[in-house]
């Protein structure tokens, strides 16, 4: 077991280090960091121009390869170069993760919750009208981008705290708290009042995704044997779906929810963006932007090792769940 | 026959147990109707029945007759689109029309049920132990240690052992055998008022079935619950119910004590029943009793009209028969009631019981005067082996040990005959088919088709080969492509063997012609055919390239027993007309009893008997044989009473896991009546099967064989 243990870790290595290499490479090759430069008015001196590529380890007029050589060395002594705008990469990474940690932590949890219970429900009533109803709200969420569900929210928003009229609006949507926030419970407020829409803005999409495969794997449970054998036992509908069918029900659900979760954690650039929130898919943006490799290869990188560990978690999870299944 | 002799069976039990006092449960004129797109299906139309303490009713029925949807009624567990109408009384209560709550009061406590497949009839994620506390504690208020203390007593009422161990085993460590136990446990958890067994022993087999038809008789005996028993094998019936009732249509259309319906029916559709099914105990002058299939398929239960049901497939059907359906009413005074226009002449013996249906030949061929030393040989097996690697784990894959699937098997086949290899399911049967069809180099021994060695033929060789061996598979409904019209199907392997199209087209409405088809049924897709005739398809392809070996993988066993002698009696004579060899994989014992020559019986991967069919099955001289047959129930009720059963304990063991010595040894009933030296002889010696002596064609791989009469 042990051994088989070190074996997989061993190719995470090797998978991470490949995928991390490739989007290095990519980056380098397709980014024009000149530009950013030559683009100001006025445009930055040569002199200083060279210094700073020189600096990010970014000058195109080096080869890639020696770029990259020199990136892996780094990289090997924990040093993952510098941000555009001559910062650490480590540094800024610790801050913008636990940005997105505190955006994407609650909507991860509501809409796995939301979405198996969803899709139940709207399993046992299949073909009634509130199972149409959420089949038709699901379809409208899966045909709007975040892009446009975002900042509608934000427009609801405020027309909102118009309604409501006072000083302070009721509804936030920019930022992740009010600076002028005081004391533990009217910071507690402030955040979650900030964290309201964009949390909202995240879950739709999922809850929607999670409850179309929950009411399809709960239809098979339905009508199978053994949730027959429960009522045949005495147990009331309610008990014997909530108990014998739901649990059975979410086992291969659940592969998905905690892939689509982990990789939440990777960044909500759209949400991010549009609800100012500093976290590593506005940071990945704007990197992009500025042609910025060092910090896109540390993204890709963490990205990496979030699509392991969630393949590692389902099947944990799975065999927790699932005694057919044994590690 | 005269009236006396019928006022008591051969067991001297009074003709009529006569029921008195007010029936435990009573259904009165219960019908079930689901809408559909197609319109109303009326699948129960009228059924009536009084359920005594005590008392076993059988309901018999195919398939969409509405046996199971009767029962379920009874429970409430039909779905919302259900209309039911009637009553359903258990003691006088009405229980149509009470809510979710109520029944679930019922459900469990007064009536429990065990249902069909015991696989995907216990929740897969919870331990069998906690399933049956559940059961106990829905209706009972038991401490924790009560219930737990209640639910082992309830696993060792039930024949499961090691209870202590086995309480915290998850269902899949189960094997289906044991998890039907665990059914009954749960189902007699309560002391039920009736017990409801849908098709209890269907999915297992026989000799797990004998168990678990034991285990049911004891739980009936200890709660004193009166049991309704759905199922199709009318072998089960006749030896468990006191009392039976035949469902065609969605309604019963013969009601009456177990004895009166086997040996006096007056409704063509049992006696059709009785004379499609293969007998274990009869054989005719040839060795063999004709079948008489039922022709035809059941109606369609959407718009049925004013008309007996089984008029289309009644060979006794007359004008009347098509304008009005038949009451179910006495044939005479002293007659149990059917539902046929015609049941006067039945009872009155105008016309005869046994010529009711048209009895068909038995065809012979000119191999079968041969004698079979002269014959050829077409399919030569020598010491095959097939041994799997065992893998366990989902995560980290690794190898733990080796399955003996086959495990040194002799047999050959000559021109023009039938062996039946039976056995129970894992016994290796499926694997030594594959390992020929394949028609490579086996692990060990050998495999010789018209005495060529498989191992030496040259890839161009071995495609000619397979032109000589065609295969039938079991599911007629899985083995043909839903989306290929039945013509190209049949001349997909013409075509693979370079037919032309023209040619291959010609070829295709002869075959069709030859299984009892029409040619224009070529341009139809499988899902326009029954089971019956889509396996009639699968065997005109399997006959396409002109084979004269054909393997026959349970060809009959997913059909229903009115279909299933048809098919039956279409391979008896194909096999007489083409003068193919037939090797017929079957579990079903009577059926190799009706279509073979020669019969070997697997076990664990080891043929342990082997010989001609007569001589297997009068005088098995192999344990193993012996309690299978013993544990085949027979459609007979005297004969059944009679009959004292070998009841083998336990499972099949996993081929992982092969015992030393004899392989057999630790459930045989004969190696406990052995002394020491004997059992150690057992214990060390694996037996080389031997030829009987006296016998020419009869072997057996047994220590200490002796031929033992259990029919």
């Known amino acids: ?327 | 026959m005269s009236q006396n002799l019928l006022l008591t069976d051969a067991a001297g039990r009074p003709k009529n147990p006569a029921p008195t006092g007010t029936p435990l449960l009573s259904v009165q004129d219960l019908h079930v109707t689901f809408s559909s797109e197609a319109g109303d299906v009326r699948a129960v139309r009228g059924v009536s029945y009084d359920l005594h303490p005590g008392e076993v009713l059988g309901i018999v029925g195919e398939s969409g007759s509405g046996k199971s949807v009767s029962a379920m009624a009874i429970l409430g567990l039909l779905p919302d689109n259900a209309r039911i109408t009637g009553s359903i009384k258990l003691e006088g209560r009405e229980l149509l029309g009470l809510g979710d709550k109520q029944m679930s009061k019922i459900r469990g406590k007064d009536i429990a049920m065990v249902f069909q497949d015991p696989l995907s009839a216990l929740t897969p994620v919870f331990t069998v132990g906690d399933q049956i506390v559940e059961a106990l504690s829905v209706h009972q208020k038991l401490s924790r240690d009560a219930a737990r203390k209640r639910a082992l007593e309830l696993l060792d009422v039930v024949g499961i052992p090691d209870p202590e161990r086995r309480f915290k085993n998850f269902p899949h460590e189960f094997s289906g055998g044991m998890r039907q136990r665990v059914m009954i446990a749960m189902a007699i958890a309560n002391d039920p008022k009736v017990i409801l067994c849908d098709e209890p022993t269907t999915a297992l087999d026989v000799t797990i079935q004998a168990q678990i038809l034991e285990a049911l008789k004891n739980a009936q005996e200890l709660t004193g619950a009166a049991i309704l028993m759905i199922t199709h094998d009318l072998g089960v019936v006749a030896g468990f119910a006191d009392k039976v009732s035949v469902m065609y249509a969605g309604r019963p259309v013969e009601q009456g004590a177990v004895d009166e319906i086997y040996y006096r029916p007056r409704m063509p559709y049992t006696i059709g029943l009785l004379g499609s099914i293969p007998r274990l105990d009869v054989s005719g002058e040839h060795g063999r009793r004709p079948l008489t299939p039922i022709e035809g398929n059941p109606p369609s239960m959407v718009d049925l009209p004013d008309a007996c049901p089984f008029a289309d497939r009644c060979p006794i059907v007359t004008d009347i028969c098509r304008d009005a359906e038949p009451e179910l009413l006495p044939a005479g005074p002293d007659s149990h009631p059917s539902a046929c226009h015609r049941r006067a002449d039945l009872e009155s013996g105008t016309i005869p019981i046994d010529q009711v249906y048209p009895v068909p030949q038995i065809p012979e061929t000119h191999l079968d005067t041969v004698p079979r030393a002269q014959r050829s040989p077409v399919l030569e097996i020598k010491g095959l082996q097939k041994h799997f690697p065992l893998m366990r784990g989902a995560v980290f894959k690794r190898r733990v040990g080796t399955v003996k699937a086959v495990d040194g098997i002799d047999f050959e086949i000559r021109e023009g005959e039938t062996l039946g290899l039976v056995g129970e399911s894992g016994c290796g049967k499926t694997t030594t088919l594959l390992e020929i069809l394949e028609l490579v180099a086996p692990q060990a021994g050998s495999i010789a088709v018209f005495g060529r060695q498989a191992a030496k033929l040259s890839g161009r060789e071995r495609m000619e080969m397979r032109k000589d061996i065609q295969i039938v598979f079991q599911d007629p409904m899985a083995s043909l492509d839903p989306r290929m019209p039945v013509g190209e199907a049949i001349a997909e392997p013409l075509r693979t063997h370079g037919w032309s199209q023209d040619k291959a087209y010609e070829r295709v409405a002869e075959l069709l012609e030859l299984v009892g088809l029409e040619p224009y049924h070529a341009s139809r897709f499988p899902r326009e055919f029954s089971g019956g005739q889509r396996q009639r398809i699968c065997v005109a392809r399997a006959l396409a390239l002109n084979p004269k070996v054909v393997i026959l993988d349970e060809p009959v066993s997913a059909l229903d027993v009115s279909i299933q002698a048809g098919v039956i009696n279409l391979l008896d004579e194909l096999r007489a007309k083409l003068g193919l060899s037939y090797l017929f994989v079957a579990h079903d014992l009577s059926v190799v009893r009706h279509i073979a020559d020669r019969v070997a019986v697997m076990y664990l991967g080891r043929i342990v008997e082997i010989g001609d069919v007569a001589s297997v099955f009068e005088l098995p001289s192999h344990p193993y044989t012996q309690a299978l047959l013993s544990a085949i129930p027979l459609p007979d009720p005297r004969k059944e009473r009679e009959r004292s059963r070998i009841l083998l304990p336990g499972d099949l063991p996993s081929p992982a896991n092969v015992p030393s010595g004899c392989r057999f040894r630790d459930r045989c009933f004969k190696y406990a009546s052995l002394n020491a030296a004997e059992q150690m002889k057992c214990r060390d010696e694996d037996p080389v099967i031997v030829t009987r002596p006296g016998k020419e064609d009869h072997a057996a791989a047994c220590h200490f064989a002796d031929a033992l009469e259990v029919v």
């Open chain 1, 1 to 327: 077991m042990g051994a088989f243990i070190v074996r997989r870790l061993l190719n995470y290595v090797v998978l991470v280090f490949v995928a991390t290499s490739l989007a290095y490479l990519g980056a380098a090759t397709a980014f024009h960091p000149k530009d950013m430069y030559l683009q100001k008015n006025p445009p930055t001196p040569a002199v200083v121009m060279y210094h700073e590529l020189n600096e990010r380890n970014d000058n195109p007029d080096k080869p890639v390869l020696e770029r990259y050589a020199h990136w892996v060395d780094g990289v090997a002594h924990g040093d993952f170069g510098q941000t555009w705008q001559l910062d650490s990469v480590s540094k800024h990474f610790s801050i913008s993760v636990w940005v997105t940690v505190r955006l994407v932590t609650v909507a991860a949890v509501i809409s796995a919750v939301a979405g198996i219970l969803i899709g139940s429900f709207q399993a046992v009533r299949q073909y009634k009208f509130s199972d149409h109803a959420i089949t038709f709200g699901s379809y409208i969420i899966f045909a709007m981008p975040v892009f446009v569900l975002a900042p509608l929210l934000k427009l609801v928003a405020v027309q909102v705290n118009k309604a409501v009229g006072g000083n302070t609006p009721l509804l936030q949507y920019q930022g992740e708290i009010d600076p002028d926030a005081t004391g533990f419970w009217g910071q507690l407020f402030s955040r979650a009042d900030h964290l309201l829409l964009p949390t909202i803005s995240l879950s739709l999409g999922l809850i929607a995704f999670y409850s179309r495969y929950q009411r399809g794997q709960m239809l098979d449970v339905l009508g199978s044997d053994f949730l027959r054998t429960a009522r045949a036992k005495g147990l009331s509908k309610t008990r014997a779906i909530l108990k014998h069918g739901v649990r059975t029900a979410v086992i291969p659900v659940m592969t998905l929810v905690t892939y689509s979760t982990i990789l939440t954690f990777a960044g909500a650039i759209i949400t991010e963006r549009v609800f100012g929130w500093n976290g590593l898919g506005s940071w990945f943006t704007d990197a992009t932007n500025h042609s910025d490799v060092n910090s896109v290869a540390v993204i890709t990188l963490f990205s990496a090792v979030l699509v392991l560990i969630a393949g590692m978690l389902s099947d944990i999870i799975t065999a927790v769940l699932d005694p057919r299944v044994r590690l």
